[in-house]
């Protein structure tokens, strides 16, 4: 049982860079955007109104792919990285990247993704989130290589 503690104390250690990392990602999904995530999905609980019910739902759908993503990032960092340093880099570029993805993703389609969630386009929040998990995906695929 004694060895154990060594394999806990690092679970430890790593979790609590970790958790931060992801704090800090949700914090910048949320101020690189000029929707308020939170306050679209809590309008759309507290009404009848079907537009501020589907604006809470495209903004659940984008906020959860990007954490979602962004968890998978975390990941590949945690498994594949030497010391916590390295963890740190790897879920700062992580973060750097998803937001990046995202900006590219509003250039590049014919529809304003900052327009259309606030408005309540569900499918675009969806699409959103899963471009977000499947950049996710890509870059922890990078962090291996």
Do not use: C
Request: proline share 3%; hydrophobic share 55%; aromatic share 12%.
């Amino acid at each position: 049982m004694i060895t154990q503690w060594a394999y806990i104390l690092n679970f430890l250690t790593y979790l609590a860079v970790t958790l931060p990392l992801l704090a800090v990602g949700i914090f910048v999904f949320l101020v690189t955007t000029p929707y308020k995530e939170y306050d679209l999905i809590k309008q759309g609980a507290d009404t009848s109104d079907p537009t501020k019910i589907n604006a809470a739902k495209a903004a659940a759908h984008d906020l959860g792919g990007k954490i979602l993503g962004l968890v998978i990032v975390l990941a590949s960092a945690i498994y594949h990285s030497v010391n916590l340093v390295d963890l740190v880099v790897w879920g700062g570029i992580g973060i750097i990247f998803q937001v990046i993805v995202f900006y590219l993703f509003e250039l590049l389609t014919p529809f304003r993704v900052l327009s259309e969630i606030p408005k309540g386009n569900v499918a675009v929040g969806i699409f959103s989130s899963r471009l977000s998990v499947a950049a996710g995906l890509l870059l922890a695929a990078l962090i291996s290589y």
